[in-house]
């Protein structure tokens, strides 16, 4: 073999070894479940730390001014819900449903016949969501396992949607392909939410994290974006009026289900198309 055969034979060697390297700090050690189901039947998904390039560029589809493209690094892998709290939990939880999609909802003819138990819960603020989370990591069993639950940050949520994906959602930019992924805009949806894990699920295996219910994130908004060089583990602004919501509802166009769509609410508001998922720490 001439020199030139062995230096890239070399560089192929270690090029394949850089990428096996990055896959392997990406899984889950042996010891690590990838999927966690606590007590009361809720599934979370192991979601690897590493960082990702957060926002959109100015080129994309259905941009707005507040997605300011930005570095960003996960320090810690976390576990998420593999789908939108359901009914049923919140119910378990809350010892109420506050959804408008239910029997004795506002909305309840449009689900007649319906087994409205794995729906996303609608209706709830971002107060509801918090509460539920302490409630949840109160629970006796959930106590003694130290396991405890909270909502993801902003950052957190759009890596986890994303899923590696640098594209419109996290299947790629076709809008043809939207539908498999997500319940959105009033026709496909039929003017309503579904049951979770219909459509399939991103590449770190979690569900509807485009369309059915917007999603409550932990932070405070903040149109600006904009940071200098890599931002490690961002929680948002310490004060603020609005909280974080993320991935589109079911009434929503396919450009607000992107990875990177931003919009906002009060956190008392209680929205017939806000639900929200959970951060389990462990």
Known sequence: MDYQSLIICWLT?????????????????DSTPKTVTNSIGMRFVYIPAREFQMGSPQSERGRRENEHQHRVK????F?????????????????????????????????????????????????????FCRHLSNLPVESK???????????????????????LWSHGDE?????????YGSRIAEGRTHQVGEKEPNHFGLH??????????????TDDLKHGGTVVDPQGPK?????????GGWASGPARCRNAARSHDPPSVHDEDLGFRVVLIQ
């Not at 060697?13 to 700090?25: C, K, P, R």
């Not at 509807?208 to 908004?221: A, F, P």
């Not at 004060?239 to 991935?247: A, K, P, Q, Y």
């Open 13 to 29: 060697t270690t090029m394949i070894s850089a990428l096996h390297a990055e896959w392997a700090q990406a899984q889950p050690q």
């Open 208 to 221: 509807d994290m485009h369309g059915n219910v917007w999603e409550w994130c932990h932070d405070w908004y």
């Open 79 to 131: 576990y998420l819900g593999m789908f939108e709290v359901t009914q049923a939990e919140y119910l378990k939880i809350m010892d109420e449903n506050p959804s408008k999609f239910s029997p004795d909802g506002p909305r309840g003819e449009s689900v007649v016949g319906i087994d409205t138990i794995r729906l996303p819960v609608d209706s709830v603020s971002w107060d509801n969501a918090v509460e």
């Open 175 to 183: 809008i043809d392909d939207l539908k498999s992924f997500a319940w």
């Open 239 to 247: 004060s603020g009026e609005l909280r974080v919501i993320r991935g």
């Open 145 to 167: 396992s130290k396991r405890s639950y909270r909502l993801p940050t902003e950052a957190e949520w759009e890596y986890a949607c994303r899923a590696g994906s640098s594209k």
């Open 74 to 77: 996960i320090t810690k892998p």
